[in-house]
């Protein structure tokens, strides 16, 4: 059972991005919608101009908090065109507007 889902706005910081990370928008469309199989895109955290097609999982089981906002930590796949996808850990953060 999920504890929380990801969604659109929510700040992703991949494990080994140095503290960097990106803010989840609405998938973009790289291909027809019907071959789409990501949730979100995601753009780089340093490299201008990149975007990722990206899933999301919350995988822990409870929340903690870093600066006053919910942590989780998450499994974030990076879906590639036509080849495997690299998977990597890293946190997510929900409200972070709030």
């Given at each position: 059972m999920e504890i929380a889902k990801a969604e659109i706005g929510d700040f992703i910081s991949p494990d080994g991005w140095g503290g960097g990370g990106a803010i989840l928008a609405k998938p973009r469309a790289f291909c027809?919608?019907?071959d789409m199989n990501w949730q979100f895109s995601?753009?780089?955290?340093n490299l201008l101009g990149v975007i990722y097609a990206v899933n999301i999982t919350i995988t822990s089981r409870k929340v903690t908090y870093h600066k006053g906002k919910k942590r989780y930590r998450c499994r974030i796949e990076f879906v590639h065109d036509?080849?495997?996808s690299t998977v990597s850990g890293g946190y997510i953060f929900k409200n972070i507007h709030s």
């Open positions: 027809s919608e019907a995601m753009e780089s955290g036509g080849e495997p």
